[in-house]
């Protein structure tokens, strides 16, 4: 089967996501206990529901999380401690680079609208290299692993589900992909990645 399309997830696959060091960096910052943060903001539903689109802009997403956390953050102590969570992963940017000469590249993530909008300032190797084909599950009305987003994003791009390859560090999300007609890839390494595409037949091994 002939794949012409590849969308990778971002946390995890194209850059690393560590988020007892975002809760670290909040907890600093506010003098609440990583464990308050946790349940306020992850355990309250809050965030899922942003994932989700239920914020209407970035501001209205800031609001509801400042309520939710009981502390005014500002939006730079926002960005810094998602920033703080946050690795470039050079080396998942170079084989994209690589597979954008003979297959479509795009990027869907489960993140709300104040990610979307600074993702520039937060990720620019990743923003440049996806454009306009970065998508943010907050656009969606729902969010991976629903199959609905997966047919939404291939529609987005012209692509047929199942000339689709989507690569995700959470199984759940590569089954949701899977029950959209595309062929899903859990990221465990790079050099697995590689392997599974060579497979696939969208690239040709080292040897």
């Not at 102590?77 to 795009?106: G, N, V």
């Not at 990027?107 to 996806?130: Q, Y």
């Not at 690569?167 to 890839?185: E, F, L, V, Y």
Request: charge should be negative; aromatic fraction near 10%; hydrophobic fraction near 40%.
């Amino acid at each position: 089967m002939p794949f012409n399309t590849i969308i990778f997830d971002f946390d995890g696959v194209l850059s690393a996501y560590d988020r007892p060091a975002r809760l670290a960096d909040i907890s600093r910052i506010t003098g609440l206990d990583a464990a308050t943060v946790l349940e306020r903001i992850w355990g309250s539903g809050f965030e899922d529901a942003a994932d989700s689109g239920k914020c209407a802009d970035d501001a209205a997403y800031l609001k509801g999380f400042n309520e939710h956390l009981g502390f005014q953050l500002s939006r730079d102590q926002w960005i810094a401690s998602r920033a703080a969570a946050m690795q470039h992963w050079p080396d998942m940017h170079e084989l994209a680079t690589s597979l954008e000469a003979h297959c479509k590249l795009a990027m869907l993530t489960n993140n709300g609208p104040l990610t979307k909008i600074v993702f520039d300032r937060l990720a620019p190797e990743t923003a440049k290299l996806f454009g306009d084909r970065a998508f943010f599950s907050c656009d969606f009305g729902t969010k991976k692993p629903d199959r609905k987003i997966f047919e939404q994003v291939a529609d987005r791009l012209g692509s047929k589900p199942a000339h689709c390859i989507f690569i995700d560090d959470k199984q759940r999300h590569c089954d949701g992909a899977s029950g959209a007609g595309m062929t899903g890839i859990r990221f465990t390494g790079i050099d697995d990645l590689k392997s599974r595409l060579e497979q696939l037949g969208v690239m040709k091994g080292s040897a």
